[in-house]
């Protein structure tokens, strides 16, 4: 039986580093253990919160009711005629340490998404993706407990319906199932992905004219070390917002206005812009209030100077979403969950 702490402080399990406290915890580190723990009543509590890393999440107070931390380890890989590998990962697994298993046995599909904060369990909710790359693209599907019938359920890609940043695990089934481990589709043999422009151009800046999985990995690592801040030393939850997608006729208003603006197109016809592009252009890059404020070297991130309250940083992300409202016509939505 799984054991039940009382009053536990979540301040180190939350990258914010928001010292907060949850009424009742439990560390679950074996899939084994939910049948009997649901049968015995343990997960009748509400509310509840599945907790990975806490790498995306603001807490604004204490949480009133049960916290399960998955730390379920394991990495097991399937190879398949053709040349695709199968990797399964429990959900506790670091996400980073994932990539950096898939990178050092050669195989392709995720080292665009190196050294991104969280875990494995949490990739799916929150179809993680950066530098061309999105979690979809390599997901095979995952195991999950489901905490209102107590039996396991497996989803494909598809019925994970995939969006940015968004998934089924986000919408209907939010706090509804437990991620046990996912797999992951890898390649042997695969072009790499080096259409994000900052990864060819450092690409090219080393010389580096046929890069391999490794080479896309470091690169991709270091610039993220050079612009995101490392949570150990000051508490970030990464990116904060989203970037906004919006249809051709709001982009061409906006770029009326504003021609410099930094925008993407997306695979359906619509503009990504570049949130961190906005938030620095209304006067927020490197801002400090209080405790809190955006990092200094990219504008997307919100940090914790030391001793903020979520509430703090709740009420000061606030104030960007509104500034850059007021100024560009786009109203933010935030990537962190608020609880």
């Known amino acids: 039986m799984l054991n039940i702490t009382e009053n536990e402080s979540l301040k180190t399990k939350n990258t914010f580093g928001i010292d907060v406290r949850a009424r009742r915890f439990v560390l679950l580190t074996e899939e084994e253990m939910l049948p009997a723990f649901f049968a015995a009543g343990g997960l009748s509590q509400r509310p509840l919160l599945v907790l990975g890393g806490g790498s995306n999440i603001l807490f604004t107070k204490d949480f009133e009711g049960l916290v399960v931390q998955v730390a379920i380890k394991g990495l097991e890989r399937e190879d398949l005629p053709g040349g695709d590998?199968?990797?399964?990962?429990?959900?506790?697994v670091v996400w980073n340490d994932f990539v950096q298993y898939a990178v050092s046995e050669g195989l392709a599909g995720a080292e665009n998404l190196s050294l991104i904060p969280g875990t494995v369990g949490a990739s799916p909710v929150q179809n993680i993706g950066a530098y061309g790359v999105e979690l979809k693209d390599i997901f095979e599907d995952c195991t999950a407990f489901d905490l209102e019938t107590g039996t396991f359920r497996l989803f494909d890609n598809a019925a994970c319906r995939f969006g940015y940043?968004?998934?089924i695990f986000k919408q209907e089934l939010k706090n509804r199932v437990l991620i046990t481990k996912v797999r992951f589709r890898l390649k042997k043999a695969a072009a790499v992905n080096i259409s994000y422009g900052?990864?060819?151009?450092?690409?090219?800046?080393?010389?580096?004219n046929n890069p391999g999985i490794k080479d896309v990995s470091q690169v991709v690592s270091e610039i993220r070390v050079s612009k995101l801040p490392d949570p150990s030393t000051i508490g970030n939850a990464g990116s904060f917002f989203k970037n906004p997608v919006i249809e051709k006729?709001?982009?061409?208003?906006?770029?009326?206005?504003?021609?410099?603006?930094?925008?993407y197109p997306t695979a359906d016809g619509r503009i990504k812009l570049a949130a961190g592009w906005l938030i620095e252009q209304c006067g927020w890059k490197g801002k400090v209030v209080g405790h809190t404020g955006t990092w200094k070297n990219q504008a997307l991130v919100l940090v914790n100077h030391g001793g903020a309250t979520g509430k703090e940083i709740l009420d000061f992300s606030a104030a960007v979403i509104s500034s850059v409202k007021e100024v560009f016509g786009i109203e933010l939505e935030r990537e962190v969950n608020i609880l």
């Open 85 to 92: 590998v199968l990797v399964t990962a429990g959900a506790g």
């Open 249 to 263: 006729y709001e982009f061409a208003e906006v770029v009326a206005k504003h021609p410099e603006v930094v925008h």
């Open 198 to 208: 900052a990864i060819a151009a450092e690409l090219s800046k080393r010389g580096i």
């Open 165 to 167: 940043r968004d998934s």
